[in-house]
């Protein structure tokens, strides 16, 4: 167990919808990651935030946004969802940067129908 | 910008033979390197890093990875596979310098056959 806690597991949605995955990130740990892994664009990174502060970008899309909260969960919000969101969204935390490996969660499984 | 080549997409060993799965990176500064592992329907999970020092990790489950600066290569390895072993493997690279990202590989497949 990583100590990472990510809710829904899984999430069965329409076109259009909007969807809010949630992320509770080690004890201690101050730094959150968002990743999207697909079968066709493997394992990519959207963003990371570091106490609260947004810390670095990826290839985020406009229709999605996150933040982390004073208490150091982090909410992804996926809106005007397309069938190609359908993905294995992945949440992980370390302390800081740098050296600190990241721990992952088991992920939460986005199907867009 | 940052970035990991994994030229296999799988690897095949028998059980008990020495396994090698290739890493290569791109950084302009100093990289810090990891080895990830992801079973099915699972997280990644965490093998070893190098940050500074000796070329030559160990990490969990027996596996070791050789940092070799000249050829920007970070090849995991293992003496003796095990059909458990059969999994997902990820290198990922990240520079030491701010918050840099940590960028992920394409992931290699290791199938270990009795």
């Known amino acids: 167990d990583s100590g990472v806690t990510q809710t829904p597991k899984h999430l069965i949605t329409a076109t259009g919808q909007r969807v809010t995955l949630r992320c509770s990130p080690r004890?201690?740990?101050?730094?959150v990651y968002w990743y999207q892994q697909s079968l066709d664009q493997g394992l990519q990174f959207l963003i990371q935030y570091y106490n609260g502060e947004e810390r670095a970008k990826g290839n985020i899309l406009e229709r999605f946004s996150a933040q982390q909260f004073p208490d150091l969960h982090s909410e992804l919000n996926l809106s005007s969802l397309e069938l190609g969101d359908s993905a294995l969204y992945f949440c992980?935390?370390?302390?800081?940067?740098?050296?600190?490996?990241?721990?992952f969660g088991n992920g939460t499984r986005l199907t867009v129908t | 910008a940052q970035s990991v080549a994994q030229p296999e997409d799988q690897v095949n060993v028998a059980e008990g033979n020495p396994l090698t799965v290739k890493c290569t990176y791109s950084v302009s500064g100093n990289p810090y390197l990891f080895w990830y592992v992801q079973y099915p329907n699972r997280g990644l999970q965490f093998l070893l890093k190098?940050?500074?020092?000796?070329?030559l990790v160990k990490g969990s489950y027996g596996f070791e990875a050789e940092f070799n600066k000249s050829q920007t290569s970070f090849h995991l390895k293992k003496p003796s596979a095990l059909v458990s072993d059969s999994a997902l493997y990820f290198c990922a690279v990240r520079e030491d310098t701010g918050f840099q990202k940590l960028v992920f590989g394409t992931g290699t497949r290791l199938l270990v056959s009795p």
């Open positions: 004890s201690g740990d101050l730094s």
């Open positions: 190098y940050i500074t020092g000796d070329n």
């Open positions: 992980a935390s370390s302390p800081q940067g740098g050296g600190s490996p990241l721990h």
